[in-house]
């Protein structure tokens, strides 16, 4: 099976464009049934080279990383892992066969993960697996969800914390999660969310449409 959106989480040692990749994790997802994919990808990365190609560290989010317990830590500085190239072309290759294209990518926030990763890409004169307009954020969503009385932090933690493929994992349950109410909420039905006809939302559900403009959503939310 393939999915048609993909979850990001980055160990990064700074909040730059150019910052240095610890650990990739990208997790397929399907939000409107809360399924994930089976197959994961999760890689490591030398530190060391990239360091010599001026990717950039920040002293005191290297120092954070350090402070973590050893089971999270452990992301840090490896020896004999695979180069950051290495890796975003295994990451291309696995997205080839584990997503539909286009895919949509989803960074906890997407001006943070997406940018980074898109900016290693670039750097090593790699073609990115996605466009732009196919990046999607974490935090819009879960803002969107607070809203309405959902937040992540009711969503239990399985794992590591820290260690990057666990938390896209969790990233990718709690985005379904508020994902799928909303569309339950105002019945949204799954061909529009696909991108078929906008007719087949009923925008006049509970106050959403106003005058011909979006209005404040009802009292029940």
């Known amino acids: 099976m393939k999915f048609k959106h993909l979850m990001l989480s980055l ?12 650990a990739i994790a990208a997790v397929p997802f399907e939000p409107l049934t809360g399924e994930i994919g089976k197959k994961q990808f999760y890689k490591i990365a030398d530190l060391i080279k ?13 120092q954070w990383w350090l402070s973590l317990p050893d089971n999270a830590r452990n992301e840090t500085i490896q020896v004999n892992v695979k180069t950051l190239p290495d890796i975003l072309t295994q990451l291309n290759d696995f997205v080839a066969l584990e997503c539909y294209e286009p895919v949509q990518i989803w960074g906890n926030g997407c001006s943070l993960d997406n940018t ?52 896209a994992i969790h990233q990718a349950k709690y985005v379904s999660v508020i994902y799928s109410a909303l569309l339950q909420r105002y ?35």
């Not at 160990?11 to 610890?22: D, E, F, L, V």
Request: with cysteine.
């Open 187 to 221: 019945n949204w039905n799954n061909s529009a969310q696909g991108g078929g006809n906008s007719g087949n939302v009923n925008w006049n559900n509970r106050g959403l449409v106003q005058r011909g403009t979006i209005a404040k959503i009802g009292s029940d939310c």
């Open 116 to 167: 980074i990763l898109r900016n290693a890409f670039e750097s090593y004169k790699i073609k990115p697996f996605w466009d732009q307009s196919h990046d999607r954020d974490v935090r819009t969503v879960v803002e969107i969800g607070r809203q309405i009385g959902m937040h992540p932090n009711n969503q239990p933690f399985i794992g590591i914390k820290y260690k990057m493929l666990d938390e």
């Open 11 to 22: 160990g990064i040692m700074s909040k730059q464009p150019n910052a240095a990749i610890i």
């Open 50 to 62: 990239q360091i010599s190609f001026n990717r950039d560290v920040d002293k005191d989010i290297f």
